[in-house]
């Protein structure tokens, strides 16, 4: 039997369905950390499975900062009408936005980052290591964490949450896909500063 005040807190600080809560409790006998925990990776399955139906609805969401120099614009989409009116969906465009203010990505993912780009980086990377003469498959171990590094400088879903840096903003959308039930893309991004 499940505690009934679990399940009211876990189904308030997660979201999520109370079907789910009462299954992540019953499965978690009860603990309320490792029922989050269960939530968390039955939410990432979801998202994952989601991932490649079509977002044909969206929103724009707007944020300036309270200094007026920084204001952001942002698409969001989901796959319906339904879930882009829900508040959950408000809220995760409205982080987003907040996000992109504090952090200035320049691309939504490292897929966005033109070929001439990416070359170019390598080269940079290349260059740095010439000194090293260490075999080509370590110097290229080594290039790739660069450029995973840098990722997560410019690439907006591979940056740190800034509410929760033990998350990226990739995982913070997968949460959002398992508590809405659909898939949800960041079509597009702007960013003015003065």
Known sequence: MVDISL???LREETKVSLEKCKKALEDAQGDLEKAKEILKKE???TAE???ERQTKAGIIESYVHTNKKIG??????????FVVKNQLFS???HNIAMQIAAMNPTYVSPEDI???VLKEMKEIYLKELEDLKKPKE???KVIEGKMKKRFEEICLLEQPYIKDPEIKVSDLIKTYISKLGENIAILEFARLEI
């Open 138 to 140: 370590i110097l290229e």
């Open 91 to 93: 809220e995760l465009a």
């Open 49 to 51: 499975k989601k991932k």
């Open 43 to 45: 939410g990432i399955k």
């Open 7 to 9: 399940l009211k807190q």
């Open 114 to 116: 033109p070929e001439e």
């Open 72 to 81: 952001v614009l942002v698409k969001l989409a989901a796959e319906t009408d």
